[in-house]
T-cell receptor, first 109, second 116 residues
Framework: GIQVEQSPPDLILQEGANSTLRCNFS?????LQWFHQNPWGQLINLFYIPSGTKQNGRLSATTVATERYSLLYISSSQTTDSGVYFC???????????FGPGTRLSVLP | KAGVTQTPRYLIKTRGQQVTLSCSPISGHRSVSWYQQTPGQGLQFLFEYFSETQRNKGNFPGRFSGRQFSNSRSEMNVSTLELGDSALYLC???????????????FGSGTRLTVV
């Protein structure tokens, strides 16, 4: 099955800093999403982005499907951005979303 | 419109018992998927249902089962609970199923199951 890697595993930032989270996947995909898991466990959908670039406020994401990676950019980070960020990909053969191990982000005031 | 609703939010069960978790998808969504999240294994796929049919099943023992009703609501059942079944169980709904492009997942708040 598809393998998903995320880097870095942990990230500590000062409030106001920018960051880039990376997701690498081992096969071609037809679905890709980025999620933020809040401290209460809920997975919040950030982007559905199997290819191309999208922006939503301070967050943006780019997926280069031909090179099998996706990037999530967080600008001017806030303490409320803290949590775990997951990349999830769905394969071309009806495979369900496979989640990466996540990046744990801590934004310090 | 209402999001994905999972009940109950918290559950404590004794080893050997069985448990049923419920998930109501977003109105109009026909696909429901279940995931188990543990600190050691991360998020692992359990099942996917679409129009009352199980489309995919993850690598879990037969003690884990599920079903979907005609109104797209889904339940999952775990029989003969083991300590290792303690986890956050997350349900996600989608307009389309996993083989279709263009449909993302929306997750519920999860059910946190503790087996003692």
């Amino acid at each position: 099955g598809i393998q998903v890697e995320q880097s870095p595993p942990d990230l500590i930032l000062q409030e106001g800093a920018n960051s880039t989270l990376r997701c690498n996947f081992s096969d071609s995909v037809n679905n890709l999403q980025w999620f933020h898991q809040n401290p209460w466990g809920q997975l919040i959908n950030l982007f559905y982005i199997p290819s191309g670039t999208k922006q939503n406020g301070r967050l943006s994401a780019t997926t280069v499907a031909t090179e099998r990676y996706s990037l999530l950019y967080i600008s001017s980070s806030q303490t409320t951005d803290s949590g775990v960020y997951f990349c999830a990909v769905g394969g071309n053969y009806g495979q369900n979303f496979v989640f990466g191990p996540g990046t744990r982000l801590s934004v310090l005031p | 419109k209402a999001g994905v609703t999972q009940t109950p939010r918290y559950l404590i069960k004794t080893r050997g018992q069985q448990v049923t978790l419920s998930c109501s998808p977003i109105s109009g969504h026909r696909s429901v998927s279940w995931y188990q999240q543990t600190p050691g294994q991360g998020l692992q796929f359990l099942f996917e249902y679409f129009s009352e049919t199980q489309r995919n099943k993850g690598n879990f023992p037969g003690r884990f089962s599920g079903r979907q009703f005609s109104n797209s609501r889904s339940e999952m059942n775990v029989s003969t609970l083991e300590l290792g079944d303690s986890a956050l169980y997350l349900c996600a709904s989608s307009l389309g199923h996993s083989a279709q492009q263009g449909y993302g997942y929306t997750f519920g708040s999860g059910t946190r199951l503790t087996v003692v």
